[in-house]
Structure formats: structure tokens, C-alpha cells
């Protein structure tokens, strides 16, 4: 017998919602061959569990793809702001390290990089000082491959002159 002929524990879930399923919930568990657990419809996929974890009605933490970058699109110069780096699912197997980027605008991070824990669905927040009235661009990159998200653009306004 073949390693694909073996019959082991499979879960079928949702890659997408639909209706009060969440993305991860689990359809079926079920007993398949590797050959057996493919074409899965739109919206599903199959994954072993070889464990049976994940009975039908659980979720799944589905591995991150991706994550967002939101913030105000207006700031004053020398006032923090609030970034929040969101994953789209749960993180990744491994800790995922975020370092942010202001092109060489000048301003500051309260931290330039943030870590997503492995396979935790936790948003992360940081503050950002812009230095100048201006634009500013905010990037992310990630140190595993996800899909980063857009720039943020911001457009900064001088500081209130004080008397």
C-alpha cells in the first residue's frame, strides 16, 4: 500500500465565509486517502489532521496570507498617531517579524518593527511621530512572505504655533 492509499484524518473548512460559517470553520471531519482529500469546491479546502483536533463545527486557524495596515490619513507634525498591523487570518507557523518604513521622512516609530506569534490572529499596534507637515508614505514588509498590504498615505499638517 502506497503512502496515497493510506486512510488518514482529513478536515474539510472554509477558506472564505459564507453566511455564519467563519473562515476556518470546519464542515467534516472524515477518514480519506491523500488522492480522495483534493477538489475541494470554492471557498473549502481539505488539510490532514492527523491528530483529529478538529471535529465538524470547530475552527481551523487558518494560516495568514496577508495582513492590513490602518491608520488616519491626516496627522499634525510632532503628534503621535496610532498604526495598527492586522493579519488576515492566524499568523503563520513561525513568528512573523513587520518592520515599517516613513521613506526617510524623518519620524519616528514607538517600535520599527512588530512580530506576529506564530498561528495567533493578534493585531498589533505602534505609534508613529511624524516630523514635518508633509506627505508621508508608511510601508510594511514581512520577513516570511506574506502578502504586504498597500501604503498608507499621510498628509501632515504644521504643528499649532504656541505663543
Do not use: C, H
Request: hydrophobic residues 40%; proline residues 5%.
Amino acid at each position: 500500500m502506497s503512502t496515497s492509499d493510506t486512510i488518514q484524518n482529513y478536515i474539510l473548512y472554509r477558506t472564505a465565509a459564507s453566511g455564519w460559517q467563519a473562515v476556518g470553520y470546519v464542515i467534516a471531519a472524515m477518514q480519506l486517502t491523500a488522492e480522495q482529500a483534493t477538489g475541494a469546491g470554492t471557498g473549502l479546502a481539505y488539510v490532514l489532521d492527523a491528530a483529529g483536533k478538529y471535529p465538524a463545527g470547530s475552527l481551523y486557524p487558518v494560516p495568514s496570507t496577508g495582513y492590513a495596515l490602518t491608520g488616519p490619513s491626516t496627522a499634525t507634525a510632532g503628534t503621535a498617531l496610532t498604526l495598527t498591523l492586522t493579519p488576515d487570518n492566524y499568523g503563520p507557523d513561525t513568528a512573523t517579524a513587520v518592520t515599517l518604513s516613513d521613506g526617510g521622512a524623518g519620524g519616528t516609530f514607538s517600535s520599527a518593527t512588530v512580530t506576529f506569534g506564530a498561528g495567533v490572529k493578534t493585531a498589533q499596534t505602534v505609534t508613529y511621530t511624524p516630523k514635518a507637515a508633509g506627505s508621508v508614505t508608511i510601508s510594511a514588509t514581512n520577513s516570511v512572505g506574506l502578502t504586504n498590504p498597500s501604503a498608507l498615505a499621510i498628509t501632515v499638517g504644521a504643528a499649532a504655533a504656541t505663543t
